[in-house]
């Protein structure tokens, strides 16, 4: 006999439950462990996390978020990261998969354009110094530090390969920039924020500042939305959802003990003190909410430096296993127990040959000729 789903708020009848999924900001090791842990969620729940109601994504995890609303599985994202060709299959812009960039964006290269060691953003200076008690240090140290000098196509491109054009079918993927002039937070996707291509979306959503050059849209230059809330969970507090599920690796229950891992420690404490202060406003509300965050050992695979591009998949492996573990939980697991059976394609690789995928997933992986 089949079980039951959950009405909203009150846990009974036949309604399905409504669930948003947040993935927070974390650079190249955040995103590869945002990868590594929808993996584990589709293949110890049978959820497809694409199926979520809301999909909010920062930073890393507005290009994880893309991809994922873009119809890319966690599986093929994992599959993909290991290495495996997928020369059968063509991706929706007349590219062979199996040519895609392997790194998710760990691939650097100089933005064309003279530097800007210093001033970065005149205008965020100027608003900074006309609003001297609202705005932050770190807003302060944006507009004065250089202005990033790294390349955004990159990321771009990863994007176009799933996205040409346009956006993502999916109803509500919301992507969180801040503008370069204001830091105000900019959430595309949502209903009133301004229109942007996908691919010009998610870099703007990942435009570290000092880092990456910051992207145009529009007439307003945007940043990593990261620099107001890593994770952004309370954008959903006015969602009335059941179950917000939130992947955050900027924040950690455990504490590294060498000097490095210290440093990047402060950052996560605040950050994740940030996530406790969201998380609480939306149980205020009615609204479950399950924070799966990296566990020491993930912090030891990940390292200091957020950037790198050397262990990418060491991260997603070891992820797979220790968020597998936290949502194993009796707790955690309790929570999880409504949510709805996903397409099987999409929770786990088809049994079929690559070559056999195509009426699966559509346009995203056509038989090459």
Not at 38 to 51: C, K, V
Not at 116 to 142: C, D, K, Q, V, W
Not at 175 to 191: I, K, M, P, S, W
Not at 350 to 361: K, M, S
Request: hydrophobic share 40%; net charge positive.
């Amino acid at each position: 006999m089949a079980k039951p789903r959950l009405n909203k708020r009150d846990g009974t009848g036949d309604s399905p439950i409504r669930v948003g999924l947040v993935l927070g900001a974390g650079g190249v090791m955040g995103g590869a462990w945002i990868t590594g842990g929808l993996h584990a969620l589709a293949s110890e729940t049978g959820w497809d996390p694409a199926t979520a109601e809301y999909i909010v994504g920062t930073s890393a995890g507005a290009m994880m978020g893309s991809l994922l609303a873009a119809g890319v599985p966690p599986w093929f994202m994992v599959a993909h990261s290991a290495g495996e060709s997928f020369d059968d299959l063509i991706g929706r812009d007349g590219r062979p998969a199996g040519t895609a960039d392997r790194s998710a964006g760990a691939r650097f290269t100089w933005h064309r354009g003279l530097p800007r060691i210093a001033f970065g953003s005149p205008e965020l200076i100027l608003h900074g110094l006309r609003n001297i008690r609202p705005t932050p240090p770190l807003g302060m140290l944006i507009a004065w530090g250089p202005r990033g000098m790294i390349s955004t196509e990159p990321l771009k491109d990863i994007v176009r390969r799933v996205v040409p054009r346009g956006w993502a079918q999916h109803p509500n993927l919301w992507l969180v920039a801040a503008d370069y002039g204001t830091l105000e937070r900019v959430v595309f996707g949502r209903q009133g924020s301004p229109t942007a291509d996908l691919a010009d979306a998610v870099a703007a959503a990942c435009a570290i500042p000092s880092f990456y050059h910051p992207v145009k849209i529009g007439d307003r230059l945007y940043i990593d939305g990261g620099v107001n809330s890593v994770s952004n969970l309370d954008l959903l507090i006015e969602a009335n959802l059941d179950l917000v599920i939130c992947l955050n690796p900027m924040s950690s229950l455990h504490r590294p003990e060498h000097l490095a891992g210290r440093v990047t420690g402060i950052v996560r404490s605040n950050a994740g003190r940030r996530l406790g202060r969201e998380a609480r406003l939306l149980r205020e509300r009615g609204t479950k909410v399950v924070l799966v965050q990296p566990t020491a050992k993930d912090l030891a695979a990940m390292g200091a430096n957020y950037m790198s591009s050397t262990r990418r998949h060491h991260v997603i492996e070891t992820a797979v296993d220790t968020v597998s573990q936290q949502l194993r939980e009796p707790s955690v697991k309790k929570l999880l127990e409504g949510l709805p059976p996903g397409a099987p394609h999409k929770v786990a690789r088809p049994a079929l040959p690559v070559g056999g995928w195509g009426p699966l997933f559509g346009a995203a992986a056509e038989r090459s000729a």
